[in-house]
């Protein structure tokens, strides 16, 4: 079992920058993939980024060149930097665990707007 737990959301102008973390619980958070997750109003949750346990990364094509994601394995922890933001990227977004099972944190709201 992981518990995950979400942190950094908020309101920022379009332009400006954010960085989520996510802190997990457990002593095997270094063989798990993490990721980040987004859902806006009405739309379905999609991939923003992903890092695997060795660190290699993907991004939504959406997010690329503005959007970095990290872990550090001995803090338990994964973050999301975002940079350029704009108000399409508003949604809530999600830390994900993966190896075999899911799991998922209850979210943090990012706000993108003037």
């Known amino acids: 079992q992981v518990q995950l737990v979400e942190s950094g959301g908020g309101l920022v102008q379009p332009g400006g920058s954010l960085r989520l973390s996510c802190a997990a619980s457990g002593t095997m958070f270094r063989i798990y993939a993490m990721g980040w997750y987004r859902q806006a109003p009405g739309k379905q949750r999609e991939l923003v980024a992903a890092i695997s346990p060795g660190g290699s990364r993907n991004y939504a094509d959406s997010v690329k060149g503005r959007f970095i994601i990290s872990r550090d394995n001995d803090k338990n922890m994964v973050y999301l930097q975002m940079n350029s933001l704009k108000p399409e990227d508003t949604a809530v977004y999600y830390c994900?665990?993966?190896?075999?099972?899911?799991?998922w944190g209850q979210g943090t709201l990012v706000t993108v707007s003037s």
């Open positions: 994900n665990a993966n190896y075999g099972a899911e799991y």
